[in-house]
C-alpha cells in the first residue's frame, strides 16, 4: 500500500497532473512491483504565496511524499528516486533541482484499508522487495 502527495505551485502542477500522476506510477510499480491497478495519488495545488521554496528553485518546484507500508529494502526505495528524478525530468520537464521526494514508512498495523488492518489484509503484491 503508498499514498502519494504532490505539492507544486497552482499555474505549473494543475497541467501536468495527469501526466505526471502516470510518470510516477510507472515509476512506483517498477521499482517496488506494485500491481498496474494500484494508485492513490493526491495533488495540492496552491497559490504561489503559500508555496515557499529554497532559493536556486524556480516555480515548478515540486514535493512528492510517498507513504507505505515499511518492508521495502533501501535499494528498492533508491531506485524509486532515482526513476522518479530522471523519469519527470525527462517526460515532464522538471529539472532535478525543482523535484523533492520524501518516503515515509509505517508498519502495516498501523494501516487501515478495506474495513481492515493492515496487517491483516492479504495484498496481491509483495512487500518485500
Known sequence: ???IKVYGIQERLNPI???LSEVIH???VEALQF??????HRFF?????????PAGRTDAYTIIEITMIEGRTPASKKK????LFDRIKQEVGIEYQDI???IYESPAYNWGFRGM???EVKLNYKINV
Do not use: F, N, S, W
Request: proline letters at 9%; charged letters at 30%; a positive charge.
Open 80 to 83: 524509486l528516486i532515482r526513476l
Open 26 to 28: 510507472q515509476c512506483v
Open 117 to 119: 488492518h493492515g496487517d
Open 1 to 3: 500500500m503508498a499514498q
Open 45 to 53: 495545488p496552491l497559490a504561489k504565496e503559500d508555496m515557499l521554496y
Open 100 to 102: 523533492e521526494i520524501c
Open 17 to 19: 497532473k495527469t501526466k
Open 35 to 40: 500491481p498496474p491497478d494500484k494508485r492513490a
